[in-house]
T-cell receptor, first 114, second 111 residues
Framework: AQSVTQPDIHITVSEGASLELRCNYS??????LFWYVQSPGQGLQLLLK??????LVQGIKGFEAEFKRSQSSFNLRKPSVHWSDAAEYFC????????????FGTGTSLTVIP | DAGITQSPRHKVTETGTPVTLRCHQT?????MYWYRQDPGHGLRLIHY???????DKGEVSDGYSVSRSKTEDFLLTLESATSSQTSVYFC??????????FGPGTRLTVL
């Protein structure tokens, strides 16, 4: 069965510092991978997605993620965090084999300190 | 932003009462989904639809039913609400295997 693991429940970083959020997935074939961000009281917004091709993908708000097949990982990175990046981040995997279902990790809450 | 609305946005109800949540889209996307979001669990799929009158169960479907009589509307019904169904419910839409677009959510409290 497909699954997504985000091992870090909560991360605190200083403003201006770099950020890496971890995501590992379990899926038999090449998955479609996504990162979403959720601000308090809001719905989810797509940051970036990987379907195929270049394994380093760029997203909105200065985020990027790298697909590493050998490690079954799709970690999210940002070189310099801004206070407005404080939010909940979700990794997700999609698959066509099971009716276009998407599977989400449990999320990582990011706190940014001045 | 994708055209997705959810109604109501907030609801408080009592145990044992029926509740229906509505998701409406203006994007003509084929796939529609209902998720619930609870602390420590992320988003869990309740039901999804891959076309009019075509629906299937997700990970946490017990106690929930859905209907899709038109492309644009996807209804989630709690036949007899329980306190364990207190949650935030999100509707999402997707076109083929593409990104999902999420609605603003419905906060449901079952007393």
């Amino acid at each position: 069965a497909q699954s997504v693991t985000q091992p870090d429940i909560h991360i605190t970083v200083s403003e201006g510092a770099s950020l890496e959020l971890r995501c590992n997935y379990s899926y038999g074939a090449t998955p479609y991978l996504f990162w979403y961000v959720q601000s308090p009281g809001q719905g989810l917004q797509l940051l970036l997605k990987y379907f195929s091709g270049d394994t380093l993908v760029q997203g909105i708000k200065g985020f990027e993620a790298e697909f590493k097949r050998s490690q079954s990982s799709f970690n999210l990175r940002k070189p310099s965090v801004h206070w407005s990046d404080a939010a909940e981040y979700f990794c997700a995997v999609g698959t066509e084999n099971t009716g276009n279902q998407f599977y989400f990790g449990t999320g990582t809450s990011l706190t940014v300190i001045p | 932003d994708a055209g997705i609305t959810q109604s109501p946005r907030h609801k408080v109800t009592e145990t044992g009462t029926p509740v229906t949540l509505r998701c409406h889209q203006t994007e003509n996307h084929r796939y529609m989904y209902w998720y619930r979001q609870d602390p420590g669990h992320g988003l869990r799929l309740i039901h999804y639809s891959y076309g009019v009158k075509d629906t299937d169960k997700g990970e946490v479907s017990d106690g929930y039913s859905v209907s899709r009589s038109k492309t644009e509307d996807f209804l989630l019904t709690l036949e007899s609400a329980t306190s364990s169904q207190t949650s935030v419910y999100f509707c999402a839409i997707s076109d083929r295997m593409g990104e999902q677009f999420f609605g603003p959510g419905t906060r449901l409290t079952v007393l």
